[in-house]
């Protein structure tokens, strides 16, 4: 017989504490949507539900950072981390790790607390690591869910990623801006860029600009392939460069980031690709569960799309209609 299970707490009382920026109740949060028991799951889709949707909307700039593996984004995330703090930010960040083959476990987020040593971590930056678990895109099914709790409790919320792929583009669908990372002399990141990846980034930075003439080639040749492209919200694509371990461009680099949350903001675009990021979360899972079959007898991935876009609420309760909905139509349809 197993002891005596904590109880759960009030998902009002937690929403309030996570929105008043107290950290042991961000760390509750989190823990509440890692829980996968029933009673566990109702309780944090009233804590999502009772978040204010005015603050998660515009106040806090999500951001993601993705790039090839070994490109340097623990030591540029430390840079950027320093300049934020210096105006007085207070940053949150998910750090998504391959999944341990024996543990299931990440590591990129033990990374980060190692700088403790360099400054950059106290109470203004919150740390959680979170295992892909091998989902595709690089990104884990938690991390939409849990952006929320960290934009409701941060000024800047970060992503980091496994690494960049050709198809590894979901970064791109649940974050504001998306800062690409590219390393000189490596034709890795030309090619993602070439293969399809070129939708993704809204901010590219070459990293290691330290080493010289490599770096500015690299440069050079990111700022020819972009041209002047235009992003399909109308944004122009810039490319920087800068040394995280020399501390190089790296104000420069922020005020860019910035620069494209403003843009949004004076656009009016945030609040509606908030919408669109959690449609597409709702989708995914509506896709693993149900398969293609699944989401078309639900109006097709088009129709739910324009549909969730439309709607707001937490994202467990509109995933769970259409999830309760789809089985009450099994239950009814000729042989079934």
Same mark, same amino acid.
């Given at each position: 017989?197993?002891?005596?299970?904590?109880?759960?707490?009030?998902?009002?009382?937690?929403?309030?504490?996570?929105?008043?920026?107290?950290?042991?109740?961000?760390?509750?949060?989190?823990?509440?949507?890692?829980?996968?028991?029933?009673?566990?799951?109702?309780?944090?889709?009233?804590?999502?539900?009772?978040?204010?949707?005015?603050?998660?909307?515009?106040?806090?700039?999500?951001?993601?950072?993705?790039?090839?593996?070994?490109?340097?984004?623990?030591?540029?995330?430390?840079?950027?981390?320093?300049?934020?703090?210096?105006?007085?930010?207070?940053?949150?960040?998910?750090?998504?790790?391959?999944?341990?083959?024996?543990?299931?476990?990440?590591?990129? !987020?033990?990374?980060? $607390?190692?700088?403790?040593?360099?400054?950059?971590? %106290?109470?203004? +930056? &919150? /740390?959680?690591?979170? *295992?892909?678990?091998?989902?595709?895109?690089?990104?884990?099914?938690?991390?939409?869910?849990?952006?929320?709790?960290?934009?409701?409790?941060?000024?800047?919320?970060?992503?980091?990623?496994? !690494?960049?792929?050709? $198809?590894?583009?979901?970064?791109?669908?649940?974050? %504001?801006?998306? +800062? &690409? /990372?590219?390393?000189? *002399?490596?034709?890795?990141?030309?090619?993602?860029?070439?293969?399809?990846?070129?939708?993704?980034?809204?901010?590219?930075?070459?990293?290691?600009?330290?080493?010289?003439?490599?770096?500015?080639?690299?440069?050079?040749?990111?700022?020819?392939?972009?041209?002047?492209?235009?992003?399909?919200?109308?944004?122009?694509?810039? *490319?920087?460069?800068?040394?995280?371990?020399?501390?190089?461009?790296?104000?420069?680099?922020?005020?860019?980031?910035?620069?494209?949350?403003?843009?949004?903001?004076?656009?009016?675009?945030?609040?509606?690709?908030?919408?669109?990021?959690?449609?597409?979360?709702?989708?995914?899972?509506?896709?693993?569960?149900?398969?293609?079959?699944?989401?078309?007898?639900?109006?097709?991935?088009?129709?739910?799309?324009?549909?969730?876009?439309?709607?707001?609420?937490?994202?467990?309760?509109?995933?769970?209609?259409?999830?309760?909905?789809?089985?009450?139509?099994?239950?009814?349809?000729?042989?079934?």
């Amino acid at each position: 017989m197993t002891g005596q299970r904590r109880a759960l707490p009030d998902p009002e009382t937690l929403a309030g504490s996570v929105t008043a920026k107290d950290r042991a109740a961000v760390a509750t949060a989190l823990n509440l949507l890692d829980d996968t028991r029933p009673e566990a799951r109702r309780v944090a889709s009233q804590m999502l539900a009772t978040l204010p949707e005015e603050k998660l909307d515009t106040e806090a700039h999500l951001i993601g950072i993705t790039g090839p593996p070994g490109v340097g984004k623990s030591s540029l995330t430390a840079a950027l981390i320093n300049v934020w703090r210096r105006q007085g930010k207070r940053i949150g960040i998910l750090a998504v790790d391959p999944s341990s083959p024996l543990s299931g476990g990440a590591l990129l !987020g033990d990374r980060l $607390r190692m700088m403790a040593g360099e400054g950059i971590a %106290d109470n203004s +930056v &919150f /740390v959680r690591s979170l *295992a892909n678990r091998g989902a595709f895109g690089g990104l884990s099914a938690e991390v939409w869910p849990m952006s929320l709790v960290m934009l409701a409790a941060f000024d800047i919320v970060l992503i980091e990623t496994v !690494g960049v792929g050709q $198809r590894e583009v979901d970064v791109s669908k649940l974050s %504001d801006t998306t +800062v &690409f /990372v590219a390393q000189p *002399a490596s034709g890795d990141s030309i090619q993602f860029l070439k293969a399809g990846i070129m939708e993704v980034p809204h901010v590219l930075v070459v990293n290691k600009a330290d080493i010289g003439a490599a770096a500015r080639r690299m440069l050079a040749e990111l700022r020819t392939t972009l041209g002047h492209r235009i992003d399909p919200d109308g944004w122009e694509i810039p *490319a920087v460069s800068a040394s995280a371990t020399k501390n190089i461009g790296i104000e420069e680099l922020a005020e860019t980031i910035d620069a494209h949350r403003q843009w949004l903001l004076s656009k009016g675009r945030l609040a509606d690709r908030r919408r669109r990021f959690q449609a597409e979360w709702i989708i995914r899972r509506l896709l693993d569960e149900f398969g293609r079959f699944g989401v078309a007898q639900l109006g097709g991935e088009d129709g739910l799309f324009r549909q969730l876009t439309q709607r707001a609420g937490s994202p467990f309760d509109q995933f769970d209609e259409l999830r309760d909905g789809f089985l009450a139509h099994l239950k009814t349809s000729p042989g079934t």
